[in-house]
Each structure stands twice: as structure tokens, then as C-alpha cells.
């Protein structure tokens, strides 16, 4: 097995002292080194098959040109679009990312915020795993929080104005004539659901209509997408059995409205002429299903890069920084899963 190539090896292929190949192989900018004895340290160090050992040099700069990802559910598909963002940005200045998994779980959560200080990451961006995440861990990391909640008004957090995208759904199946619009709730958000049943009654009241207390469906709140799903199908089915039907509903999440659509269609309840299904998120999925799924898109890989370039400001200007507070628009796509009455 071939031994790994050193500096002391470059510097007895090139005849020049350590410290100079060292310089030169390093990058060091503050001393100045002639162009030709920089070609030959190279040449020497491609001669011999001499590769930069990064890790050791990151440790010593006590740098790791690395930021990590946290996120609750990989199997979410609100996540990939978002974190190619981040990696776009990211790669285009030079850091790699590492990506963590924590399946919703606090432990796993805690664990990984250990890791990122064992491994002297630069940075983290961070979509919190439940509303009591403790941060604390992460003192001297610079980080910024995948989530526009009140509860963390002390961090820098950036996220999309889920409230006013749910008013936008609900008004678009009020434009539609749909009086008779009920709530699915649950699935792969940390968030407090408590405010989406307020905004739902307060849309009710405010254009005059009674809310039906049977009109709203729940689902275990923090599980893989893969169990909400299963979860939310078997809600559905059962409402569907118990209840007089709405002529539309709303789904906090595409994952939700996808399991309503497929219960629908076993169901033989036509879609959108029978019932009317809107979700939020605007994930592919919703692009392929029968009928389309009609949803309120986020800015997921707007919401990336714009997490990674306040993570990379923070980590170059860490003095008299002033929390940012970022919240971008939803946007309605209309598909075919939403029609008139």
C-alpha cells in the first residue's frame, strides 16, 4: 500500500525548504512567494502525486470550510428542492455540506448539534425538529432557522407566510362558490397547529358562515411523510364514512391533500366536480397525481439560498450582526383537483 505524500516529501522532489512548500501549498497569502518558485513547487507535488490533506489543514486554521444542514425528515419532499438551494449557494463560495437527519426526534436532534461542535463546522441552518429545541449547544456556531415562528424571535429565521397562504387557499375555494370546505391538518410540521383551527374559524366568520365542528381531519403531528400519509388516508376514509361530504378541502400540506385525492378517487367521488382538494407546498408529486394537485407553492429554493447567503454573511462579519427575520409570499397554482361547486 503506497504511503501518503507530505510536504517533506515535495520538498526533497523540489530541493526548497518546508516552510516554502508549505507556503506555496497551502495557499498562504501573506507572504509573498516568486511565480517560479511556485510552478516548481507544483510541478514537483504533480510529480510525485502529493494530495492536500484538507482536514489537517482546516484544524490547524481551526476552519472547516463545512456548514451543516439539520433537518427532521428526508423522506419530506419540501426538502430537496431547499437544500439545492443551500448547496448551490454554498458550493459557488467554497464550502462543502454535510446533511443531518433527525427523524423528528429530539435525541438524534441533540446529537447531531454535538457533532457539529465536535467537527467545528463553519455554520448551521437549521429547520427545528420540534417548538421546545434547545439551541443552546450551539453557542459560537453561527447558525440561521429554517421557520418563520414567534418562538424563536431571537434567531436569524427565514420562511414562508404559511398564514397568508392558507387564506389564499381557502379564498380561492370561496371564489369557486365553496361553502362546505373542511380542514386536514397534521403530518411533517413541528409548528403549533392551534393557529391554523384559529385562522380556519376566523375565515369562517368573517364571511358569515357557521363552522362545522365535524369539518376538521387530524393527523399525528412530526412523522415521516411516508406515516402521514398512510395516517391521513385513513382519516379520510373514515370521515368520508361518517360525515356528510364538504364540497371542498383544505390540506396543510401537499403530502395530506395527495392522500385525500387518492381516498377520493377509491371512493368514486369525483374530483374537483364532487369535492374540490387543495394542499400547500407545491412538491412534484402534486404535478404528476390524478387529477393535478391545485396548491399553494413555497419558495423553497428561494428560502435555500437566501438561508445560505445570510449564514455565510454571518460567518464573515460576526461583529454588531443584527438578526435577520426573512418571510416570502406564496404564490396559488391552480390545477385540476380545484373547480366550481
Known amino acids: ?158 420562511g414562508n407566510d404559511s398564514k397568508e397562504g392558507m387564506r389564499i387557499a381557502l379564498d380561492h375555494l370561496y371564489s369557486l362558490g365553496h361553502r362546505k370546505i373542511a380542514l386536514l391538518v397534521g403530518g411533517s410540521m413541528s409548528s403549533d397547529p392551534s393557529w391554523r383551527y384559529d385562522l380556519f374559524s376566523e375565515f369562517y366568520r368573517e364571511k358569515g358562515l357557521t363552522n362545522p365542528a365535524n369539518f376538521l381531519v387530524t393527523c399525528d403531528y412530526s412523522v415521516t411523510s411516508t406515516l402521514s400519509f398512510l395516517q391521513a388516508r385513513r382519516s379520510m376514509e373514515t370521515f368520508l364514512s361518517e360525515n356528510p361530504p364538504p364540497t371542498a378541502f383544505f390540506a396543510s400540506n401537499d403530502i395530506l391533500g395527495l392522500a385525500a385525492l387518492q381516498v377520493a378517487n377509491e371512493k368514486g367521488i369525483k374530483v374537483p366536480e364532487q369535492l374540490s382538494v387543495i394542499g400547500m407546498d407545491g412538491i412534484f408529486s402534486g404535478e404528476v397525481s390524478y387529477p393535478a394537485l391545485s396548491t399553494v407553492r413555497k419558495n423553497r429554493s428561494e428560502i435555500g439560498g437566501i438561508a445560505a447567503q445570510i449564514l455565510l454573511d454571518k460567518v464573515k462579519k460576526p461583529k454588531d450582526w443584527s438578526t435577520k427575520k426573512v418571510v416570502l409570499p406564496c404564490k396559488l397554482i391552480e390545477r385540476g383537483s380545484t373547480g366550481p361547486v
Open 1 to 158: 500500500m503506497n504511503k501518503r505524500k507530505t510536504i517533506i516529501d515535495v520538498a526533497k522532489e523540489c530541493g526548497l525548504s518546508q516552510a516554502t512548500v508549505a507556503r506555496v501549498l497551502n495557499g498562504q497569502q501573506n507572504i509573498q512567494v516568486k511565480d517560479k518558485t511556485r510552478q516548481r513547487v507544483m510541478s514537483a507535488a504533480q510529480k510525485i502525486g502529493y494530495r492536500r490533506n484538507t482536514l489537517a489543514a482546516n484544524f490547524r486554521r481551526q476552519q472547516s470550510n463545512t456548514i451543516a444542514i439539520s433537518i427532521p425528515d428526508i423522506t419530506n419532499p419540501f426538502f430537496p428542492e431547499l437544500i439545492k438551494g443551500i448547496q448551490e449557494k454554498m458550493r459557488d463560495e467554497g464550502y462543502s455540506v454535510i446533511q443531518l437527519n433527525n427523524e423528528w426526534n429530539p435525541k438524534i436532534e441533540e446529537d447531531h448539534f454535538q457533532y457539529m461542535v465536535q467537527t467545528c463546522v463553519d455554520g448551521a441552518i437549521i429547520s427545528p425538529s420540534h417548538a421546545g429545541t434547545d439551541l443552546s449547544t450551539l453557542e459560537g456556531i453561527p447558525f440561521v432557522l429554517l421557520t418563520n415562528s414567534d418562538l424563536y424571535s431571537e434567531y436569524d429565521t427565514i
